[in-house]
Nanobody, 128 residues
Framework: QVELVQSGGGSVHTGGSLRLSCAAS????????VAWFRQSPGKEREGVAA?????????YYSWSVKDRFTISQDSAKSTVYLDMNMLKPEDTAMYYC????????????????????WSQGTQVTVSS
């Protein structure tokens, strides 16, 4: 059984950078979609970025983070990263990684119900 363990996050000022890591334990040899979501108080959880773990690692981004955030993976470590640059106060949220085991991401990558595994979440706070 696959489990996701998330690390990273913290507090930075506007313009700063942070890295989140999502390590998967168990059998991860199949094509999987791994995504990052975030949720701010009073708002719905939203997809930030996603990546196919096989086939070249095609990635997807929400418009709000494109060109600032980068999703990547280290297959040898079964770990997916989210590098967040040029952070803004509106990026403040609880961040979660999620995995859809056995499926590629596709155009519906940001639909929460497609993911069957979730991490514990970590807080990212950006102050002005």
């Amino acid at each position: 059984q696959v489990e996701l363990v998330q690390s990273g996050g913290g507090s930075v000022h506007t313009g700063g950078s942070l890295r989140l890591s999502c390590a998967a334990s168990g059998n991860t040899d199949s094509q999987n979609c791994v995504a990052w979501f975030r949720q701010s108080p009073g708002k719905e959880r939203e997809g930030v970025a996603a990546l196919n773990t096989l086939g070249g690692g095609y990635s997807y981004y929400s418009w709000s983070v494109k060109d600032r955030f980068t999703i990547s993976q280290d297959s040898a470590k079964s770990t997916v990263y989210l590098d967040m640059n040029m952070l803004k106060p509106e990026d403040t949220a609880m961040y979660y990684c999620a995995a859809n085991i056995g499926s590629a991401c596709g155009g519906r990558w940001s639909v929460m119900s497609r993911y069957n595994l979730w991490s514990q979440g970590t807080q990212v706070t950006v102050s002005s």
